[in-house]
């Protein structure tokens, strides 16, 4: 039926780009982290040597986290309503449940550090395997605080945290590449052997690898969905989110690095290897930014 | 089969129970005028800020020439039996009151803004400073509690008693005999998004065209409706509060990485007043 809107009140978008900046913060952080945990709680003893860096990495990616956060909600002071249980914490909003995680995950990172530091096996293993539970977790409820929306049809998906956590482990892996080469360049030593690094692409080639599939299984839901999901398929193919979504995420933050990953002679060069590491990490921010504002860009029209 | 409660925050529906009220609303379409005569007198009286709307109207025109017609839509918060905005606050600062309300507790409020993320009728929004009295709750959620200080002294909601053409009705869904009740059991009614699940509360009745209709909300805008929002949006000085308003006209690289900078730029200049104007 024809027609047109001529009138309708103008809804903000309620969250913005330091949320999304929030979100990929905690990818990067989660996924380092997974990294750290590989040689001291899973026994890939190669992967020692980065596990005091890729553990600090990531607390350090986490300490800016509360800062964004923070600033970001209108009463700033009373941001320790969250903590409090059982009066104000309601324990059916997700965000809640991030709010613990948020604060428990540093700290088990941090006595995970001390263990590694000290060289003590049994208790950095411990302590290691709780914070890498706490990780997946944190990053894990992000995903969920955007799935449980049903209005917000898109990202009413049961895949939304895992995708969450693959951008996660990808962009974590690319940053942790990207920060370590470039350490060894202003060490001007090789504190980590570069091949260490070209392995540790690796395993970001195969979160890129899955990344994709799933993209291409939203992709196909989208296109078998209602209208709503057909707008959405417009508006990041070729409409107001190509650039974040398309541009930024899809061909710079996935299909580029796997080219170059894919390549033998790029994938052991460490400058391609460091360039589709950073391509990787910058580009789940394209990913963030679409999840966080793409629907309620759409939905404030109505 | 068990009831469905939304949260482990409130009370459960009172939809149907003895002994209980439910208040709830209809909105007879055929009766509205577009007077916006509720709007007017909601915004003044709750000094609601520029931008932001406890009860607008929407207006679409439909049909081919020479077919028209011009419907009417007052939306405002469907006070729903389900409300996925309970659900989701993580402070407990919106709840039910037991005769159906949904309230905001402007004293929990953190203003992390998930109500209004998880609001499927975008009937939520944050106070912003720009209000006329400076000691009226600000940077909090807010949306329209059906006037509850109004209807516990007996009266009727400011909508309902501004309404022009009487299209409002408010009453008690519980009381059979309440003019609601009857207006509901004698005509075909309708909610706005029943598929979300939310068993919104505000019912309309000669609800038949596609103004209901998020995705021809979205598609149809009239051109001076999608400019006059754009225009809203580059000129409104809230951007930092109210996160990443994005104009799509300028959604190319650059202005993608202006909406960042700006978005930024604004979001940092509006910390030092949050946080050194006090604590509340």
Not at chain 2, 50 to 63: K, N
Not at chain 2, 134 to 155: E, H, Q, S, Y
């Amino acid at each position: 039926m024809g027609g047109q809107i001529l009138a309708n009140a103008y809804h903000h978008e309620y969250w913005g780009f330091p949320i999304a900046l929030y979100f990929w913060l905690v990818g990067g952080s989660a996924g380092s982290f997974v990294i750290s945990s590989l040689g001291w709680v899973f026994g890939v003893k190669k992967y020692k040597p980065v596990a005091f860096f890729a553990s600090n990495f990531a607390t350090g990616l986490l300490m800016i986290v509360p800062i964004l956060l923070i600033i970001d909600l209108g009463k700033p002071w009373r941001f320790f309503h969250l903590l409090m249980i059982p009066s104000f914490s309601h324990w059916s909003a997700p965000m809640v449940w991030g709010a613990w995680f948020i604060l428990t995950y540093p700290v088990g990172m941090m006595i995970y550090s001390y263990f590694v530091y000290q060289k003590n096996q049994k208790m950095a293993r411990i302590f290691g395997l709780l914070a890498v539970v706490l990780a997946i977790c944190t990053h894990w409820y992000t995903g969920v605080v955007m799935q449980l929306n049903p209005s917000r049809i898109p990202n009413h998906d049961s895949a939304a945290p895992i995708l969450f956590l693959t951008g996660a482990y990808v962009s974590g892996i690319g940053l942790l590449v990207f920060c370590m080469w470039l350490r060894n360049k202003f060490a001007k030593r090789e504190i980590v052997p570069e091949s260490l690094l070209i392995d540790m692409s690796r395993l970001m080639l195969y979160g890129i690898v899955f990344d994709m599939f799933l993209l291409f299984n939203d992709f196909l839901q989208a296109t078998y969905g209602t209208g709503e999901d057909h707008t959405m398929l417009y508006d990041v193919l070729l409409g107001v989110f190509r650039w974040p979504y398309l541009y930024l995420e899809l061909v710079w933050g996935l299909i580029m690095p796997l080219i170059i990953l894919v390549i033998p002679k790029f994938s052991r060069n460490i400058y391609w290897v460091v360039l589709a590491s950073f391509m990787c990490a910058t580009g789940v921010y394209g990913m963030r930014i679409w999840w966080v504002m793409g629907t309620t860009y759409y939905q404030g029209h109505f | 089969m068990s009831e469905r409660v939304y949260g482990f925050n409130g009370v459960s529906p009172s939809l149907g129970k003895k002994g209980r009220r439910r208040y709830a609303m209809v909105v007879d379409l055929r009766r509205c005028t577009g007077c916006n005569a509720c709007t007017s007198s909601c915004k003044t009286s709750y000094d609601v800020p520029l931008g932001d709307w406890r009860i607008w109207t929407m207006e679409a025109e439909t049909g081919e020439y020479p077919n028209t017609k011009r419907q009417v839509l007052p939306r405002l918060c469907n006070q729903c039996d389900q409300p996925s905005c309970i659900r989701n606050c993580p402070t407990k600062a919106t709840f039910r009151h037991p005769d159906g309300f949904v309230l905001q507790r402007y004293n929990r409020c953190i203003g992390c803004r998930t109500c209004m993320v998880a609001c499927p009728y975008n009937a939520r929004h944050l106070l912003t400073p720009h209000r006329r009295d400076k000691r009226n709750p600000r940077d909090v959620a807010d949306k329209c509690d059906f006037c509850i200080v109004r209807v516990t002294r007996g009266l009727a909601p400011l909508c309902v008693t501004s309404c022009t053409g009487g299209a409002m009705v408010f009453g008690d869904r519980n009381d059979p005999d309440s003019e609601i009740s009857k207006l509901i059991r004698n005509n075909k009614t309708f909610t706005l998004r029943p598929e979300m699940g939310n068993e919104p509360q505000v019912h309309y009745i000669g609800l038949d065209g596609p103004i209901a209709d998020p995705e021809f909300a979205f598609h149809q805008r009239a051109e001076q409706v999608h400019r006059r929002e754009n225009t809203f949006k580059r000129d409104n000085e809230l951007g930092g509060e109210l996160g990443g308003d994005i104009i799509d006209t300028e959604m190319d690289f650059w202005g993608l990485m202006r909406h960042i900078g700006r978005n930024f730029k604004t979001f940092f200049s509006a910390a030092p007043n949050k946080f050194f104007r006090g604590p509340y």
